[in-house]
């Protein structure tokens, strides 16, 4: 029992941080790539494959990028989601949760959401037409 207990103690602990922990630095590579990318050009990336990303143990198709083919204006609305994790990451003993990109105070930025909180946000989401004013 004591081997079974530490097993499932040593999963949670191997599914919460340091997958966690990788996906948040990937997160964080990403975000600043966009960012530079952003105050070079003016606007947002049309699609992350342009981006020089460092790679990672998680891959860039690991993400969503809202503004995908369109590209985004250089500003956002406060809050506004750019890219996030496509599925949720779902520790054992904990609530799922998400790596999203955001942006806010004039900046790309990481921040890590509980599902609940993540739902909420895409739900307010525009689509990326609106953020160019289209019709």
């Given at each position: 029992m004591t081997v079974g207990f530490g097993l499932i103690f040593l999963i949670n602990w191997y599914r919460s941080l340091p997958q966690g922990m990788d996906c948040q630095?990937?997160?964080q590579r990403i975000a600043t790539?966009?960012?530079?990318?952003?105050?070079?050009?003016?606007?947002?990336?049309?699609?992350?494959?342009?981006?020089?990303?460092?790679?990672?143990?998680?891959?860039i198709d690991h993400y969503?990028?809202?503004?995908?083919?369109?590209?985004g204006p250089g500003t956002?609305?406060?809050?506004?989601?750019?890219?996030?994790?496509?599925?949720p990451h779902q520790p054992v003993f904990s609530d799922p949760w998400r790596s999203i990109i955001?942006?806010?105070d004039g900046a790309i930025v990481v921040r890590r959401v509980s599902e609940s909180e993540f739902q909420t946000?895409?739900?307010?989401?525009?689509?990326?037409?609106?953020?160019?004013?289209?019709?």
């Open positions: 630095r990937m997160t790539a966009i960012e530079d990318y952003r105050i070079a050009h003016g606007k947002l990336p049309q699609i992350l494959g342009f981006l020089d990303i460092r790679k990672g143990r998680y891959s969503e990028y809202w503004f995908e083919g369109l590209g956002l609305p406060q809050g506004t989601l750019v890219g996030y994790c496509k599925k955001v942006f806010m946000k895409i739900s307010r989401q525009l689509s990326p037409e609106k953020y160019w004013n289209f019709p």
